[in-house]
């Protein structure tokens, strides 16, 4: 047999193997339908099981205050960077959101957001190429604002929130497309969380909103209905032909993760993974990390070697043993290991050693 590949691809990235076994299983008879799940209608009370078993378990393993929806909903994350402003900004006169630009996605979030709202980009961090989160002073968050949004794991820097910024009476709005159920999370200090599906979550394509419910009804009245989140909690995210295999998928993800031990013991797991990775990163003058090491992630790993003719090398070699898909993102360069909930400690393990040998043959 092929020797096992770890895939450390930033998204789409791996499922875990059970989750996968079980589409498999399941794909051409689902619970004794004799049907697959992607053949029955979204209306069908299995499938709307499937939906509703989803939410419930995302509830339980977060611990979600009843106050929070959780929406399906269509385009992936950046969807939702034109969603956000048509379904919040019409909460204040002023129309005015504030955005952190933390990275790519962040800013593509904010100019996304200039043609719905009155976007104002309160701090940055591109005078240091991304390597950390940028300082925010209170004072800046004004109070009539009618969101701020962050986002709190840069996928491509490997950086992230380790606290979140207290924003008073303005609802903070976090992209966590890269991070969700991987670290606890306190949910009241948000209005609005969301995520696309490919990293923690499942197939592409889609994204999951968690709205506050006093957020909800704002919606400017262009809003496409599609884009409607007051809409799509109306119908339980069934206004239209949802995409029944992504949330499906997420089903299973749920049930795996609870069976792992639920988000108190994947948080633990993924400290020690990226634990280990910085480890042999700040062990040595080889490899450089790309994150200022109080702003690193736990998700996405990134460095880089000496050259890019040495990094391109590294990226080879690493491919020939099964450690898939670690080249940087072409922004950065260098090597990135986004190391989601599903990548087993045994895999980082692996790519560690690799690390050290490789150094030990070129340094
Ligand atoms: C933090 C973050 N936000 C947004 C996106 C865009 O997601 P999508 O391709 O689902 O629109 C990504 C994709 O990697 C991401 O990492």
Redesign the pocket.
């Known amino acids: 047999m092929a020797e096992k590949v770890y895939n450390f691809g930033?998204?789409p990235a791996m499922l875990p193997e059970p989750v996968m076994q079980q589409i498999q299983q399941e794909w051409l008879d689902f619970q004794g339908m004799g049907v697959s799940i992607i053949e029955i209608s979204h209306r069908a009370k299995e499938f709307v099981t499937v939906l509703e078993q989803a939410q419930s378990l995302f509830r339980e393993l977060t611990g979600l205050p009843d106050n929070y929806r959780i929406l399906f909903v269509h385009?992936?994350?950046?969807?939702q960077f034109s969603a956000l402003p048509l379904n919040f900004s019409g909460r204040v006169p002023s129309k005015k959101c504030l955005y952190v630009e933390s990275g790519n996605?962040a800013g593509l979030a904010a100019k996304e957001a200039e043609a719905f709202c009155s976007m104002e980009t309160i701090a940055s961090s591109v005078d240091t190429d991304f390597d950390r989160i940028p300082g925010l002073a209170s004072d800046l968050i004004s109070q009539d604002a009618a969101y701020l949004h962050i986002?709190s794991?840069?996928?491509l820097y490997g950086t992230r929130w380790n606290q979140f910024p207290e924003t008073g009476n303005v609802p903070l709005i976090a992209?966590m497309?890269?991070e969700l159920l991987s670290r606890q999370i306190d949910y009241n200090k948000f209005g609005v969380v969301y995520a696309?599906l490919?990293?923690n979550l499942g197939p592409?394509?889609m994204?999951m909103v968690i709205v506050r419910d006093d957020l909800l009804g704002f919606a400017d009245q262009k809003t496409p209905t599609l884009l409607n989140y007051t809409q799509c909690d109306k119908d339980n995210s069934l206004t239209n032909t949802t995409n029944t295999f992504a949330v499906y998928v997420i089903k299973l993800v749920l049930e795996w993760l609870k069976q792992q031990g639920g988000i108190t013991a994947i948080e633990k797991l993924n400290e020690q993974k990226a634990a280990r990775l910085y480890q042999v990163i700040d062990g040595s003058d080889f490899y450089r990390g790309i994150a200022q090491p109080e702003h690193r992630s736990i998700m996405n790993v990134s460095f880089k070697l000496a050259s890019e003719e040495l990094d391109a090398k590294f990226l080879e070699e690493a491919d020939a043993v099964g450690l898939y898909a670690l080249k940087g993102h072409r922004n950065v360069g260098g090597v990135r290991a986004s190391i989601y909930n599903p990548m087993p400690m045994v895999g980082v393990e692996k790519l560690a050693r690799f690390m050290e040998e490789f150094e030990r043959k070129s340094g």
């Open positions: 930033a998204g385009g992936g994350a950046r969807m996605f986002t794991n840069n996928t992209d497309t890269s696309g490919q990293k592409s394509g994204a």
